[in-house]
């Protein structure tokens, strides 16, 4: 009888899990935020862990204000984890973050009117 061990399907992960390419980007998401982050205080903050190719704070389309959470992508994978791990639980102007790994969007359906 032969036995074949076979490792687990995300050996060699990454911090987060991820098995992407180091050059593909990694999508952070940042809640928690203080109300008053910008695009840019968010790129300056993960721009000292990394290059960050793209920043969004998400707006209220009606108050034009925060709605206190963001992502982040980041060019490569270790430094996206570095900074994971580095700001995850860190306080910014009294709040405390919470960072990782965004999920895949889920697709959503229109709420109201037909089909």
């Not at 109300?35 to 707006?59: A, N």
């Not at 791990?85 to 709420?111: F, H, I």
């Amino acid at each position: 009888m032969e036995i074949r061990l076979t490792p687990p399907a995300n050996a060699g992960a990454s911090l987060t899990g991820h098995l992407a390419k180091e050059n593909e980007n990694l999508r952070i998401y940042v809640g928690n935020l203080p109300y008053s982050v910008t695009s840019e205080d968010l790129t300056e903050m993960f721009g000292e862990h990394g290059s960050v190719s793209d920043v969004t704070v998400v707006m209220d389309r009606d108050t034009g204000r925060s709605k206190g959470f963001g992502f982040v992508e980041m060019q490569n994978n270790s430094e996206a984890d570095r900074a994971i791990k580095e700001l995850n639980g860190s306080a910014q102007q009294g709040r405390t973050l919470t960072v990782n790994q965004a999920r895949p969007r889920e697709d959503r359906r229109s709420s109201g009117g037909r089909w």
